[in-house]
């Protein structure tokens, strides 16, 4: 089946699912790739703080799928923020892919204590889109002020704004703020698979009933239905596994409707805690990563 399509803010479409490789390993990132590539996903989703680049361009050129019909998205890391930096960040992130040209290259996170230097990254990645080395760039882990700092110092409003968003963490106030920007809001951990991987009493979204009485009145899996969730909302999704059944779970999400009362139960499940780490927290000391060059 061919995924719908979502128009970013410049006129180029994304696919509305894609495949998302955080945590994946080096060695398993291939035969995921491969996988989900056979399967129907069109849109890759890596970053070089993830170290599984090279394996995704891999997995892509023994697809045998023309570049074209595929949508590959990385990031840069904080280590490699300013001007400078960025645009060889490009280059290396281009060069582990094995393409020339990237269709969405974001910034991964804010650096709010050193604005500056998340400015000029991301001045690079106008450059970048100016000179059609990218198709399209954004940013992810952007509170609303962070879009507002960075929209009074750069001239590109940002294509894609990832965030962390499942039932348990909505992040509404963003959302809104993506919207209001002309940003298209993508999840990351868009079943929430960071309640529980990473701090385990937050419960799971899996176990949920709510999410669990409304997948069983649709014939689904609670995965599936968050996803759908998602979708309907507008929300591009990454959804990310190494099991092939899974993979294979996670894109049968296009035959079914939610009702306007189950979305707005799962809205409510909302508990307002966050997953990942505080926007704000984010330093160069704390999670500051070498990005090889090959």
């Not at 969730?229 to 049968?252: A, C, M, Y």
């Not at 997953?275 to 500051?288: A, N, Q, V």
């Amino acid at each position: 089946m061919t995924i719908p399509g979502l128009t970013l803010n410049n006129d180029i479409t994304m696919p509305a699912l894609g495949f998302g490789v955080y945590q994946t390993p080096p060695d398993d990132t291939v035969a995921a790739v491969e996988a989900a590539l056979e399967t129907g996903y069109r849109h890759i989703d890596t970053a070089a703080a993830y170290q599984n680049e090279r394996e995704v361009g891999e997995a892509i050129r023994r697809s045998g799928i023309d570049r074209s019909d595929i949508f590959i998205e990385t990031k840069i890391w904080i280590t490699d923020y300013g001007y400078d930096n960025t645009l060889h960040a490009f280059d290396k992130s281009a060069r582990k892919l094995g393409i020339d040209q990237i269709d969405l290259l974001i910034l991964h996170q804010a650096l709010a204590g050193e604005f500056t230097l998340t400015v000029e990254a991301y001045k690079a990645l106008e450059t970048l889109l100016a000179d059609g080395r990218v198709r399209a760039i954004g940013v992810s882990n952007f509170m609303s002020d962070h879009l507002t700092r960075l929209q009074d110092e750069t001239s590109v409003v940002p294509a894609v704004n990832q965030i962390e968003v499942h039932p348990y963490f909505r992040q509404s106030d963003v959302l809104t703020a993506n919207a209001e920007h002309g940003i298209l809001s993508q999840a990351w951990s868009p079943i929430g698979g960071i309640t529980f991987y990473r701090d385990g009493s937050h419960g799971s979204t899996l176990d949920d009933p709510t999410i669990g009485n409304i997948a069983a009145a649709h014939g689904k899996t609670p995965a599936q239905t968050m996803l759908r969730w998602h979708l309907q909302q507008g929300r591009q999704v990454i959804p990310k596994s190494v099991t092939p059944s899974r993979i294979t779970e996670n894109f049968d999400v296009f035959d079914f409707d939610l009702t306007a009362d189950q979305l707005a139960a799962i809205d409510a499940l909302d508990t307002g805690v966050r997953g990942g780490p505080e926007p704000d927290d984010i330093t160069r000391e704390t999670f500051g990563l070498e990005i090889a060059e090959a």
